[in-house]
C-alpha cells in the first residue's frame, strides 16, 4: 500500500514538473542615446552620406549593422578604427586574422554502349552541374582535387554607391544580470521589470564607426550608442507562443514556437531551469 501511494505521488510530482517550463529568458529592452530612431524591423541612423541599420534581437544581442551607403561614390569603412564599446571596453572592429577556404572539386563519369554519358561535379559556384556528351565505348572514371584560398582580414571595407554592406562581430553580452526584485524563474504572476536611467544602467555601449567616401579622403565619424533600460525575466510559457506558418494561403502542417513580441531595440539571454536553488 504504501509502495503504490509512493508511486502515485512521485507520478503526481512528475506531472506537474512537466508542465513546468525548463527554459527561461532574460529580455532587456534598450533605448538609444544619440539620433538613432526606430523605425520598423530597424533602429535607424542617418547622416547626408549613408544609413546605417540596427536589429539586436538575437540570444545575447547583435551590435551588428548594415552600412547602406547614399552617395554616388564609393565609401571606405575603416574598421580598423571603428570600434564596439561595452561599459567603456573598446574592441576594434579589425581583429587582425587570416581566413583559410577550402573547397572540394569532384568529376564522375559513367556510361554505357548507346546511352549518353554523363559528367557530374561541382562547379566553382557550388553547384551541382550535369553535362550529357555522346558515347561512345564503355568507360568510368573518378577524379577529385581539393584548393585552399587564404585571404587576410579587410582594415578597411569598400561600400560601392547607393550599395550596402553588412558588418558583424560581437554580441552585445552573454553574463546573466541578477538583481532582488527580478525572481530567476518567475510565474506568470510574478514577472517583473526592473527599470534604469543610463546613469544607473548596468549596459551602456556603442558603436563608433569611420568612413569616408572616396574621392574626398576626409574622415568622417559617428556614435551610436544605447543603454539597457528595462530588464525583464519570463518563462518560456509567458513569452512564446506556437503558431502554423503560412505563406500565400497555405499553413504548414506543423506548429512552430514564435515570440509573441519582437523588437529591433531588444535582445534576450536564454537559460535553463536546472538544480539552481537561487531564487534571484
Not at 24 to 29: R, S
Not at 182 to 208: A, H, Q, W
Not at 239 to 268: A, G, N
Request: aromatic share 16%; glycine share 4%; proline share 2%.
Amino acid at each position: 500500500m504504501k509502495i503504490k501511494i509512493l508511486f502515485q505521488f512521485t507520478l503526481m510530482i512528475t506531472l506537474l514538473t512537466s508542465c513546468t517550463s525548463p527554459n527561461y529568458f532574460q529580455v532587456y529592452k534598450t533605448v538609444p542615446v544619440d539620433n538613432t530612431n526606430l523605425k520598423g524591423d530597424y533602429l535607424v541612423y542617418e547622416d547626408e552620406n549613408c544609413k546605417v541599420f540596427y536589429n539586436f534581437w538575437t540570444d545575447n544581442g547583435d551590435i551588428g549593422f548594415l552600412f547602406s551607403n547614399k552617395t554616388d561614390q564609393t565609401i571606405k569603412l575603416n574598421l580598423e578604427q571603428s570600434y564596439f564599446i561595452f561599459n567603456g571596453i573598446a574592441q576594434s572592429y579589425y581583429q587582425n586574422r587570416t581566413y583559410t577556404n577550402t573547397k572540394n572539386s569532384g568529376i564522375t563519369s559513367v556510361n554505357t554502349i548507346g546511352a549518353s554519358k554523363m559528367y557530374t561535379g561541382i562547379n566553382y559556384f557550388d553547384l551541382l552541374q550535369t553535362n550529357k556528351i555522346l558515347a561512345t565505348s564503355s568507360s568510368g572514371a573518378t577524379s577529385s582535387e581539393e584548393y585552399s584560398v587564404t585571404y587576410a582580414e579587410e582594415k578597411v571595407v569598400s561600400i560601392p554607391s547607393n550599395a550596402s554592406k553588412i558588418i558583424t562581430e560581437f554580441s552585445i553580452t552573454n553574463s546573466f544580470f541578477r538583481d532582488c526584485e527580478l525572481l530567476k524563474y518567475p510565474t506568470k504572476n510574478e514577472i517583473k521589470t526592473k527599470s534604469f536611467t543610463k546613469s544607473t544602467s548596468p549596459i551602456v555601449f556603442s558603436n563608433r564607426i569611420v568612413y569616408w567616401k572616396e574621392l574626398d579622403q576626409l574622415p568622417i565619424n559617428f556614435v551610436n550608442e544605447f543603454f539597457v533600460s528595462e530588464i525583464t525575466n519570463y518563462a518560456e510559457n509567458d513569452i512564446t507562443e506556437r503558431k502554423y506558418e503560412e505563406f500565400c494561403d497555405q499553413k504548414s502542417s506543423v506548429s512552430k514556437l514564435f515570440f509573441k513580441e519582437v523588437s529591433p531595440d531588444k535582445f534576450y539571454l536564454k537559460y535553463t531551469k536546472g538544480m539552481d536553488y537561487w531564487k534571484h
